[in-house]
């Protein structure tokens, strides 16, 4: 709704005491604002139908249109009173509210000031109607036309509550929550892309490779060298590992030939037949490489 930009004068509210105002006096007001307009439709209608046929010598209806006027201006108060409890609750509500809430209070605030404005023209049209009939018949079209805007206001307030949150301290406490939380996943967001910056690297050196291919041409060749080198390293300690098995599978498979076993049989027959013959050699086995010492201590032991 595109209404042309209207307010209260800046005097009238620099002498009003604002801010003794209470807080959310604003609800409780408007609920008579909303009932008084439609009780004064039909107070003026009923009025038109009494003073049918009236005459100056016999007036009709006076009591009718006496609590009418009675109403209409209870009207003006309080619909005063309620504009200047929204601007208390609006400011308290404007920080919470995001965009759309602070566009539909700052719309809500413009049909508030229009109201305000119309419960006085409603007074004044009051007075007229007591021209005569035609008069009391506007009067009448005015006030519901009045009553139908106060209805389509108190519509828009009550989305301002239960829609936008207005001035409903559960809903500050989730923002509140909601804020943390969204600092919270733009922290990790931001951990995860710091995270994820080795992986691009490499995705970036294989797009590079791929796009490029001469940067990696030295590279399958150099790759190549060093798997020979350990494939020759381990074909070498594989040839080591099984001439060992071999060689020493050969010492355990090797038997004594029985002409050495004879041999040494006679060797021990001797001996034990000839005892000085054993020490004879023995000493002189000694006497080929030993000193004249140790042959005189070898034959002094013999002895």
């Known amino acids: 709704m595109n209404l042309p930009d209207i307010s209260i004068p800046k005097a009238i509210i620099d002498s ?8 959310l006096a604003h609800p409780p007001l408007v609920h008579f604002a909303i009932v008084l307009p439609i ?23 006076r009591g009718v249109s006496t609590l009418s006027f009675l109403l209409i201006l209870a009207m003006v108060i309080i619909f005063s009173a309620a504009y ?23 719309e809500h605030k413009l049909i508030g000031t229009y109201l305000v404005y119309g419960s006085i023209v409603l007074l004044v049209f009051k007075f007229i109607s007591l021209a005569g009939t035609k008069s009391r018949i506007l009067l009448l079209l005015l006030a519901i036309a009045f009553a139908g805007a106060t209805l389509k206001q108190g519509k828009d307030g009550g989305e ?5 949150g207005a001035n409903v301290e559960k809903v500050t406490d989730l923002d509140d929550e909601l804020f943390d939380l969204k600092e919270e996943l733009d922290d990790l967001k931001s951990a995860k892309a710091e995270a994820k910056k080795p992986e691009d690297s490499v995705a970036k050196k294989e797009e590079a490779a791929i796009a490029n291919p001469k940067m990696t041409e030295g590279v399958p060749a150099a ?3 060093v798997e020979e080198a350990q494939d020759k390293e381990k074909f070498e300690a594989k040839e080591e590992r099984e001439n060992f098995k071999k060689e020493t599978k050969a010492d355990e498979q090797k038997e004594v030939t029985p002409e050495e076993v004879k041999s040494v049989a006679k060797e021990e027959a001797a001996a034990i037949a000839n005892p000085e013959a054993v020490k004879d050699e023995a000493a002189a ?14 034959e002094s032991e013999a002895n």
């Open 285 to 298: 086995d000694v006497k080929k490489e030993a000193t004249p010492e140790e042959v005189k201590t070898v």
């Open 160 to 164: 301002l509550v239960y829609t936008y």
């Open 223 to 225: 790759k190549a060298k």
């Open 84 to 106: 200047v409890a929204g601007t208390v609750d609006g400011k308290a509500a404007w920080d919470t509210l995001g965009s759309a809430g602070q566009a539909e209070l700052k």
């Open 16 to 23: 009003l005491p604002i801010d003794q105002v209470p807080a």
């Open 39 to 61: 009780m004064i439709v039909l107070l003026e209608f009923v009025n038109i139908i009494v003073k049918r046929g009236e005459t100056p010598e016999e007036p009709k209806g």
